[in-house]
């Protein structure tokens, strides 16, 4: 069928001169201080970002179209697949996922430019000329290597459907999430380095682009979860984070642009840590683009990495120049980027959030490192060594359970300087709580260390959030005699970024218990033919029949399974093993039953043609707090966004900085 | 903060820890099933690229996952398992590098990296805060002080 594809290509050409002209309009403008220029490159960027969306949108019109004259579309749609997943099909490959990322890229950057503009116009001319480049390499990649628009011959009837692992509801938010996210940090990594360049290194970069900076990480960090929860849901082993090295991809920018966003707080309330902020943001964006190289260059071995392709040499120059040119310009202007105070004391505020900051960036390092081990050790030493889970979960967890401490700690210390007298008393509740509950869950017979040792900071850091609500609280009841609810809404609105951090702090919280119950795992598989039953746990699990069917997609067998607890039926589990007949590929579906205390879990892994079915179940304890903790931190991210001001205008236009984020 | 009644926190800190021990399961039924378990988690997948045997979700894992099992269950050793796969499979098959030889950088980083970067922090917050010190008065307010405090910190919060 014919489609509007052969717009694509063009559309990719043309997005690519408009950006090549943004990019030395916004320079001319910028070494000549003309305004006229730098409108003039702003309107060539929007120019490119609308050809972006048009090419775009081609390729969507052509995955709806069914048109497998575009290889594209052959290799990742087909007639049978459900609208929904035919717009997914556009990021299921690594071309569409390209022009998907792209289409991003320069609309945000358009978006960005066109508001800082008035306000800063010769950073923002700097800024502009970055992010222009940025679309040039991208838009190259998807003009010469890597064509999502290339056609085949013969054409095919039918196309080979999208990956049945990518046929979820979670894949058609988890990808565009993380994408936002990667290029979101391309806005403050380029207005931080017009910055540098234009050597005006006060907190006008970063207050231009908070809104930017929060929407980025908000973004990955729900996509993170999302896949997280994808997998949970679509894997079928139980788990939801594997150190898979793509989900380290995304997970390693998302840890130093925590970071920044904590850092950033003292440089706003005390003009230090100046070059430690631009060099955070400038390894958020590096890391970000790495993540995106180690996907598509197939160096790494992954579960869900794109095939190996041709664009991964692309990539090493590109991380190059901005690695090398970012730490340069940091490098020439590390004059003008000493901090304006000092530390007045060890223990302050201030020490908390740069021992926060380290250990951020060491667990980034820690990721990375166990990422690329494999690789190093072969290159040095010949020898093939594998890094898995065990490894990552050994290094990783003292420091998150650190910095899980330091999340705590840290509201209750004052800015500049606390007394050991001080910090006695207000960390004396805290500290007690945390106590007394590794010392109950001792008692109660939980024995594993690290266990115990999260859920007591669990309820150490709880706490201190919790009393620093009651604080606000009773104060606003004191003034007003208001009840305690409206009193906490009002704690919560007067002052949206501190309060709305402290609720992100207490969806991490939860998030950690929901991770620590993983540490009382059960795991049972059995061969069952119908009738038969097996123990798990508490619980007994009996199968009782095999349905089959067909759609026009798969081939569906599913088991029944009664869930019985002391005799009592308290679930009928279904899970599935379908065979997909595009893909010709077997996927198991689960069935979860779950609730705040613990989830059943079972996964058909396959069936004999007798009709036995080989079962694997879980009893997986409170993973529910893992989601319920992430709707918690949406919940603070929300009201920390509400917090903020509309347009870099207003921010610039406020006399005094505020923090970007996180609770102060 | 120190006003929070201590039946409150402890009523909390309680409920926490009962519910969790609720959610904890008892001690599973087979030391066989366990340890395999346990060592499909060590152990990296031949058929799935970059994910433990225990995740992978191909027929030939679920096979050789059934080979362990039966190893367990005819009572071998975890370290006799993981020499027979590793002589199998060679040593990338294991999940975690040796603590010795080519495997040792990859443990001994990550704690110079913590180390050296709070070692850093500290000297740099010392030296900073050393040039500042004498000029401070490190006493503590009275009670009158902080009651100002409070009553100021108060106003301003409600400005804000």
């Not at chain 1, 040499?313 to 004059?335: C, H, Q, T, Y």
């Not at chain 1, 869950?441 to 040792?453: C, D, F, K, V």
């Not at chain 2, 099992?69 to 993981?82: K, N």
């Not at chain 2, 098959?93 to 970067?117: C, D, E, N």
Request: aromatic share 10%; with cysteine.
């Amino acid at each position: 069928m014919r489609s509007l594809g052969g717009l694509g290509r063009p559309s990719l050409i043309a997005a690519l001169v408009f950006a090549a002209l943004a990019c030395v309009l916004f320079v001319i403008g910028a070494l000549r201080s003309r305004r006229d220029l730098t409108r003039a490159g702003t309107r060539s960027l929007t120019a490119a970002s609308g050809f972006t969306i048009v090419s775009a949108s081609a390729l969507v019109n052509a995955l709806f179209a069914h048109d497998f004259s575009i290889e594209y579309v052959a290799n990742y749609s087909s007639e049978s697949l459900s609208r929904g997943y035919t717009l997914a099909a556009l990021w299921g490959g690594m071309e569409g996922s390209l022009l998907f990322w792209t289409m991003l890229l320069t609309t945000f950057s358009a978006v960005a430019v066109r508001r800082s503009r008035r306000a800063n116009p010769r950073l923002t001319a700097w800024a502009g000329a970055i992010l222009a480049g940025v679309g040039i390499f991208f838009l190259v990649l998807l003009v010469a290597p890597a064509d999502p628009f290339t056609r085949l011959a013969p054409v095919p009837g039918d196309g080979r459907g999208l990956n049945p692992l990518l046929q979820s509801p979670g894949m058609m938010i988890h990808p565009p999430l993380l994408y936002s996210g990667f290029v979101g940090f391309s806005i403050p990594f380029a207005f931080a380095l017009a910055a540098l360049i234009t050597g005006r290194l006060d907190e006008g970069w970063f207050t231009s682009t908070r809104r930017w900076t929060l929407f980025a990480w908000s973004s990955l960090s729900v996509g993170i979860v999302l896949g997280g929860a994808w997998a949970y849901t679509e894997l079928g082993w139980g788990g939801y984070w594997a150190w898979d090295p793509v989900e380290n991809a995304s997970f390693m920018p998302w840890l130093t642009a925590t970071a920044f966003l904590h850092s950033v707080v003292i440089q706003e309330k005390r003009r230090m840590l100046k070059i430690w902020n631009v060099t955070l943001i400038l390894l958020t964006y590096v890391l970000a683009v790495f993540g995106t190289f180690l996907t598509r260059s197939g160096i790494l071995s992954s579960i869900h990495t794109f095939t190996e392709g041709p664009i991964g040499k692309w990539f090493l120059p590109f991380l190059g120049v901005m690695l090398i040119g970012g730490l340069g310009v940091i490098a020439v202007r590390a004059d003008k980027l000493k901090s304006e105070n000092r530390f007045d004391s060890l223990m302050s505020r201030e020490s908390a959030f740069l021992a926060n900051n380290v250990l951020f960036l060491a667990a980034a390092f820690t990721v990375l490192w166990g990422t690329l081990y494999p690789i190093i050790a072969e290159a040095v030493t010949g020898t093939r060594l594998s890094v898995g889970p065990p490894f990552f979960n050994a290094v990783f967890i003292p420091i998150a359970l650190a910095i899980l401490a330091l999340t705590g700690l840290g509201p209750l210390i004052s800015w500049r300087r606390m007394s050991p007298g001080a910090m006695g008393r207000v960390i004396r509740v805290p500290l007690i709580v945390g106590t007394v509950v590794i010392v109950a869950l001792a008692l109660a017979g939980i024995g594993s260390a690290g266990a115990l040792i999260a859920f007591g900071l669990c309820a150490f850091t709880a706490t201190a959030v919790g009393s620093e609500f009651a604080r606000g609280s009773k104060i606003h009841r004191r003034r007003g005699a208001t009840g305690l609810a409206s009193a906490l809404a009002r704690t919560l609105t007067r002052n949206r970024r501190r309060y709305g951090g402290y609720v992100i702090h207490l969806g991490v919280v939860l998030i950690v218990i929901g991770l620590a119950g993983g540490a009382f795992r059960t795991e049972r598989h059995a061969l069952l033919e119908p009738g038969e039953s097996m123990r798990l746990g508490a619980y007994t699990v009996t199968y009782t029949d095999l349905r089959r069917s067909e759609t026009p997609e798969k081939e569906v067998n599913e088991a029944v399974l009664d869930l019985r607890r002391g005799g009592e039926l308290v679930a009928v589990m279904r899970p599935q093993r379908n065979f997909h007949v595009a893909q010709q590929q077997p996927q198991s579906e689960v069935s979860i039953r779950t609730n705040p205390v613990e989830d059943v879990y079972a996964v058909v892994t396959s069936f004999d043609p007798d009709g036995a079915a080989a079962i694997r179940a879980f009893i997986n304890p409170l993973t529910w707090w893992i989601w319920a903790g992430a709707i918690v931190m949406l919940g603070g991210i929300v009201i920390v966004m509400a917090g903020e001001p509309v347009g870099a205008r207003s921010a610039v236009r406020r006399t005094v900085p505020r923090p970007v984020a996180v609770a102060e | 903060m120190k006003r929070i009644p201590a039946a409150v926190t402890l009523t909390i800190a309680i409920a926490i820890a009962i519910a969790i021990a609720v959610a904890a399961p008892a001690a599973g039924a087979g030391p066989p099933e366990d340890l395999a378990n346990r060592i499909s988690g060590e152990i990296m997948s031949p058929y799935c690229p970059g994910v433990t045997l225990h995740d992978c979700p191909s027929d030939a894992a679920v096979e050789l996952r059934g080979r362990i099992l039966g190893w367990a269950r005819d009572g071998w050793s975890r370290e006799r398992i993981l020499d027979r796969l590793e002589a199998e499979y060679g040593a990338s098959i294991r999940s975690t590098p040796p603590a010795s030889g080519a495997g040792l950088w990859a443990w001994v980083m990550p704690a110079v990296a913590v180390g050296a970067g709070l070692l850093a922090a500290t000297a740099v917050a010392r030296r900073w805060s050393r040039r500042r010190a004498p000029e401070q008065n490190l006493d503590e307010p009275t009670p009158s002080q902080r009651s100002r405090l409070d009553s100021e910190l108060a106003q301003a919060r409600e400005q804000l």
